[in-house]
Nanobody, 120 residues
Framework: QVQLVESGGGLVQPGGSLRLSCAAS????????MGWYRQAPGKQRELVADIISGGRINYADSVKGRFTISRDNAKNTVYLQMNSLKPEDTAVYYC??????????????WGQGTQVTVSS
C-alpha cells in the first residue's frame, strides 16, 4: 500500500505565497515522476508542474516564473513553492506520483487534495 499525504494549502491574499508538501510512504521501491495537478470548480484537472527522478522539470505556462517544484528523494517528498499567487490559482491541488513498488510493479498514486484559495 502507498499513501501520498499533502499539506500546506490555505487562504492567501493575491500576491502572497504558499508552500505545498507531499510525502509518499508505504511499499515503495523507487519513485519516477512526482508532480502537482490542480482542479478549479467546473474545470478539468490540469498539470501544474512535475519533476522526474533525473531532475527534469515541467511547468504549466500559467505558473512559469511564479511556482517552483522541488523534491527530496531521501524523504520521498515533493514540494511546490507558490509565489505571486493570483485569484485564478484558486483550486484543489493534488499530488501525483508514479511509483515502482517493485522492479515490475508500477502505478500512479494521488493525494487527497488540498484547497488553495487566493482572495482578498
Amino acid at each position: 500500500q502507498v499513501q501520498l499525504v499533502e499539506s500546506g494549502g490555505g487562504l492567501v491574499q493575491p500576491g502572497g505565497s504558499l508552500r505545498l508538501s507531499c510525502a509518499a510512504s508505504g511499499s515503495i521501491f523507487s519513485i519516477n515522476t512526482m508532480g502537482w495537478y490542480r482542479q478549479a470548480p467546473g474545470k478539468q484537472r490540469e498539470l501544474v508542474a512535475d519533476i522526474i527522478s533525473g531532475g527534469r522539470i515541467n511547468y504549466a505556462d500559467s505558473v512559469k516564473g511564479r511556482f517552483t517544484i522541488s523534491r527530496d528523494n531521501a524523504k520521498n517528498t515533493v514540494y511546490l513553492q507558490m509565489n505571486s499567487l493570483k485569484p485564478e490559482d484558486t483550486a484543489v491541488y493534488y499530488c501525483n506520483a508514479n511509483i515502482n513498488r517493485s522492479r515490475v510493479v508500477r502505478a500512479d498514486y494521488w493525494g487527497q487534495g488540498t484547497q488553495v484559495t487566493v482572495s482578498s
